[in-house]
């Protein structure tokens, strides 16, 4: 009997577990109320009013669960923009032709390493959640225009020998008479042909100060040479003769500042900003020694051209302007919009054979409205094509306030074919074609540049 009495006052092994659990609960439902009570001294309205509090704190962790969710989401958003601009700028600045279909976040190295084979195979690597480093450059295409639309990179120094060659020929005839009929002229007759050939030799730096802005600076050299033939007015001469005329020396130097307005990328244009200032270094128009007509002692029959030709405008002048590329695979299009205006001079005189000076007072050249456009196109990972169109009008000279006799607007049209291949990372060669449109363009220039990046 007394066995059987000792077994049954121990404690079976389940009710002790049971007892366990409830003692966790009750220090729960204690921690919840924050009273210590244990849940059975609560009522049914308590045990509610609990059961609504823990609900409330669940809903409150759900939402900032949603926020968190959706800021994740905005930055994987964000990195798949910054890792497709990357790939875009990459392509492009390989004249590579650019992925079909840009991959997701997830597969965008695989895929596009499997597309681009020939990329640097080790990427640096970065924090999770970081997004990759994009400078967001304009695609790089075949420079055919004076103003280059590809930025330089931040720190980086490109230097740029180019020549320049280009041919001229005009003709001019003149008649100073009557007529007696139709058929027969009394008077003068003046005709003229004048063929120009000009040479230009420049050594253009540009750096890159940050992204989306750089500077550049243009030191020419240049050699022109001219040949006028023509009869001698006033002798009766049936013979031709040839008047030559050459100059040489620095050209005028120009300063540009250029900016980068918008971020742009696939499917979006890019606007730079850039202002150019032209110096007056080179020889004017002025300096040069000119064979009068009238004005000289001793000489009526001058041919009223200068003796040596002037390597410069003789105008300082500002020109502010705008270019855009729209890439749109697997071609970009791009163009731009410019206006330059030449300061006005004061108490200008010429010097005439003999040595005289003639004043000619206040002078000021007709400022010059320009746009281009074109498009290009990358033939390979090396190669690429532009074609494009170049227009100036220019307005008419005025002196003392009043347009010079005889002065007119013209039109400068250009038909511009280019193209580059790429040597290495930091060596390409860039050839150029103009062919004129219009009568006062130069029939023929072709340009020559080779960008060096340091």
């Known amino acids: 009997m007394k066995r059987k009495s000792s077994v049954i ?10 007892g366990i659990g409830l003692s966790i609960s009750g220090q729960a439902w204690a921690q919840e109320d924050g009273s210590g009570a244990s849940p059975g001294t609560y009522s049914s309205e308590a045990r509610l009013d609990i059961l609504q509090r823990q609900i409330n704190l669940q809903n409150r962790k759900l939402d900032e669960m949603r926020q968190s969710l959706s800021q994740q989401e905005q930055d994987v958003a964000r990195l798949q923009d910054a890792l497709n601009e990357e790939i875009l700028a990459s392509a492009r600045a390989r004249g590579a032709p650019v992925p ?11 895929a596009y390493a499997q597309q681009a084979p020939q990329a640097p195979a080790q990427q640096p690597q970065r924090p999770v959640g970081q997004a990759p480093e994009s400078d967001s450059r304009p695609p790089e295409v075949a420079q055919i225009f004076d103003q280059p639309g590809v930025l330089t990179p931040p720190g980086k120094l490109v230097l740029e020998p180019s020549l320049q060659y280009g041919y001229s020929a005009n003709d001019r005839v003149a008649l100073v008479g009557y007529t007696v009929i139709p058929a027969i002229l009394i008077g003068l007759i003046d005709v003229r042909q004048v063929k120009t050939t000009t040479a230009i030799a420049t050594l253009t730096g540009r750096y890159g100060l940050n992204n989306r ?10 050699y022109i040479d001219s040949d006028t033939v023509s009869r001698e007015i006033f002798t009766g001469s049936a013979q031709d003769n040839v008047f030559n005329a050459s100059g040489r020396g620095l050209g005028d130097v120009e300063l540009t500042a250029r900016y980068q307005i918008n971020r742009g990328g696939p499917d979006k244009p890019f606007y730079i900003g850039w202002l150019r200032y032209k110096s007056r270094t080179g020889k004017d128009p002025f300096d040069v020694v000119t064979d009068c007509v009238t004005r000289c002692v001793g000489n009526t029959t001058g041919t009223g051209l200068p003796l040596e030709l002037p390597t410069g405008s003789g105008f300082a002048s500002l020109q502010p302007g705008v270019t855009w590329l729209y890439p749109s695979d697997p071609v970009v299009f791009f163009g731009s919009f410019s206006y330059l205006h030449n300061f006005k001079r004061k108490d200008v005189s010429r010097t005439v054979i003999g040595g005289q000076e003639e004043l000619l007072g206040e002078v000021q050249a007709g400022d010059i409205f320009g746009f281009n456009l074109g498009m290009g196109l990358a033939l390979n990972e090396k190669a690429a094509i532009s074609l494009g169109y170049d227009q100036s009008i220019v307005g008419k000279t005025k002196q003392n306030g009043q347009e010079v006799a005889g002065a007119v607007r013209m039109t400068l049209g250009t038909l511009l074919l280019g193209g580059t ?19 006062d363009t130069p029939d023929m220039t072709i340009t020559a540049r080779v960008p060096i990046t340091f």
């Open 100 to 110: 079909s279909t840009v991959p997701s976040l997830a597969q965008g190295t695989a």
């Open 421 to 439: 291949y790429r040597f290495s990372e930091k060596t390409s060669l860039n050839v150029a074609l103009g062919v004129g449109v219009t009568r």
């Open 213 to 222: 802005f750089e500077m550049e600076a243009k030191l020419p050299y240049v």
């Open 9 to 18: 006052s121990q404690p079976a092994p389940w009710m002790m577990a049971l």
